[in-house]
C-alpha cells in the first residue's frame, strides 16, 4: 500500500513537471539571444535596455521569481563579440553561454531562445561561412544541451520576425551566409516543431510587420512594441504557449474597400471566394474600413441573412483599435464625442480633425500625426498583416490572391 502511495506521489509529481503551467509565478527564467532581446543603447535615448525589453516586461506580468537576461549584442548561436570572449574566457557562442551559465540553467523553469538575426547576417568568428543546415544542427544540438542539463524545462523559440534593409523588408534578400531571412527563419521553425518546443512568433499578434516599429528602422523594437511584445508574450504563456493563431487558427484574409453592410457585385464576390475557401478547409477573415454607429445588430444581420461559414472572422479596423490585443469575437461599443472616438472602456483611441484627417493613439498614450484616411488604412494593413499570411485583393468585382509585400 505504501509502495503504491509512494508510485502515485512520483507519478503525479512527473505529470506536473511536465505540463506547461499557465504563468511564471514563482518561477525562474533564463533567456538567450541577442541585441534584439538584450536592448542596447545604441540608437537614440529611444532603444530599451535590459529592464524595459519585452522578456523583462513579460517577467514582470507574470509574476516570475526572476529573470536572467544572458542576450548580448552581437551574438549568433555560431559567435560573439570577440572582446566579451577575450576578457571572459569563454566562448559567447549559444553553446558556449549554455555551458557558461549551467548552474542556472539547472535551475531555471524556462528558457526562451531568442537567436536568428545574426546567423543570417553574420560569418563564424574565423570568417568562414555556415549553411542553413548548419543552422538547423546547431539549433538542435543547443536545445539538447539544454535539456541534457534540466530535463524538466519549459524551452519557447521566439522568433525574430524580420529585418530591414534600404527601407524594405529583407525577406527575400541573401545573407553573407547564402541563404534568405525567410529561410533562416523557417529552418528555425522546422527544428522547433521537431524539438517539440512551442513557438512565439509574434507575427501571430499582428507586430514586426512594418519598418516603423524599429528604433533603427533594421532590426531592434522601439520600446513601446516591447510592451506590446511583452503583453502578447504573457497571453501566449496564460494560453498554454499558444498563440491566437494557434488556438484559433490561421485566417485566410481578404480586404475588402467597401461598406460590408451594403450589398454589391464585390460583396457578393467576396462571398463566393470565402465559401470556396472554406471547402477547401481554410477559415477566412475580412479587412474592411468603415465606422458604423450600428456595427453590432448590421453584423448580426450580414450573418444571419447569408449563408457563411461559421468560423468567419470580421475585422475592422476601428474595432481593432478600440483594443488591438483582443484576440476574441467580442466586440466594443464605440461612442464619437466632439470629434474623437472612445472605446468601452472610454478612452478615445482615434481623433478626427475638421481637415477630414485622422490620428490614432499608441501605447504609450501619444497621439500620431494627422494623416489622410486613405493613409490610415494603408498603414494598418502594413502593420495587421505579416509575410506569412495569405492575402486576397478585389480587382474588377473579382477576388484574386496577391504577395503581402504588394500590400
Not at 544541451?145 to 519557447?156: A, D, M, W
Not at 517539440?196 to 510587420?209: A, E, K
Not at 488556438?247 to 475588402?256: N, Y
Not at 461559421?310 to 479596423?317: E, G, H, R
Request: net charge neutral; with cysteine.
Amino acid at each position: 500500500m505504501q509502495v503504491k502511495s509512494r508510485t502515485k506521489a512520483l507519478l503525479k509529481k512527473f505529470i506536473k513537471q511536465r505540463t506547461p503551467r499557465n504563468d511564471w509565478t514563482n518561477m525562474n527564467v533564463v533567456v538567450f539571444g541577442d541585441s534584439i532581446v538584450a536592448g542596447q543603447e545604441l540608437v537614440r535615448e529611444e532603444t530599451p535596455y535590459r529592464d524595459a525589453v519585452y522578456a523583462k516586461l513579460a517577467s514582470y506580468y507574470l509574476d516570475a521569481h526572476k529573470l536572467e537576461n544572458f542576450a548580448e549584442t552581437g551574438t549568433g548561436q555560431f559567435k560573439g563579440q570577440h572582446h566579451l570572449d577575450h576578457l571572459m574566457g569563454w566562448t559567447h557562442s549559444f553553446e558556449g553561454s549554455i555551458q557558461y551559465y549551467r548552474q542556472e540553467v539547472q535551475q531555471a523553469d524556462v528558457v526562451l531562445i531568442a537567436y536568428g538575426n545574426n546567423d543570417w547576417k553574420q560569418p563564424n568568428p574565423d570568417g568562414s561561412l555556415h549553411t542553413l543546415d548548419e543552422v538547423k544542427v546547431k539549433l538542435r544540438e543547443n536545445i539538447k544541451r539544454i535539456r541534457l542539463i534540466n530535463r524538466h524545462v519549459q524551452l519557447v523559440g521566439i522568433l525574430e520576425t524580420l529585418a530591414f534593409r534600404k527601407h524594405k523588408p529583407a525577406w527575400h534578400l541573401e545573407g553573407p551566409n547564402g541563404f534568405t531571412y525567410q529561410e533562416m527563419l523557417s529552418a528555425f521553425i522546422e527544428v522547433y516543431e521537431e524539438c517539440d518546443v512551442p513557438i512565439f512568433d509574434i507575427r501571430d499578434y499582428h507586430l514586426g510587420n512594418h519598418m516603423d516599429e524599429y528604433v533603427d528602422d533594421r532590426d531592434h523594437f522601439t520600446l513601446p512594441v516591447h510592451k506590446q511584445i511583452a503583453k502578447s508574450l504573457a497571453d501566449f504563456v496564460r494560453h498554454g504557449y499558444q498563440s491566437p493563431v494557434q488556438r484559433f487558427g490561421k485566417t485566410v484574409k481578404f480586404i475588402f474597400p467597401d461598406n460590408l453592410f451594403e450589398d454589391s457585385k464585390m460583396r457578393q464576390s467576396l462571398f463566393s471566394e470565402i465559401r470556396k475557401q472554406s471547402l477547401q478547409g481554410k477559415r477566412a477573415e475580412i479587412l474592411w474600413f468603415v465606422l458604423d454607429k450600428n456595427y453590432q445588430a448590421n453584423l448580426d444581420n450580414l450573418l444571419s441573412k447569408n449563408k457563411l461559414p461559421t468560423d468567419l472572422k470580421i475585422t475592422n479596423i476601428y474595432q481593432y483599435y478600440a483594443a488591438p490585443l483582443r484576440y476574441t469575437s467580442e466586440l466594443d461599443e464605440l461612442s464619437l464625442k466632439e470629434g474623437e472616438l472612445f472605446n468601452s472602456n472610454n478612452v478615445p483611441f482615434i481623433r478626427f480633425s475638421k481637415e477630414n484627417q485622422i490620428s490614432v493613439k499608441d501605447f504609450d498614450d501619444n497621439w500620431s500625426d494627422a494623416m489622410t484616411s486613405e493613409l490610415f488604412n494603408k498603414l494598418w494593413l502594413k502593420h495587421y498583416i505579416s509575410l506569412k499570411d495569405q492575402v486576397y485583393v478585389c480587382r474588377n468585382d473579382h477576388f484574386g490572391q496577391v504577395e503581402p509585400l504588394e500590400i
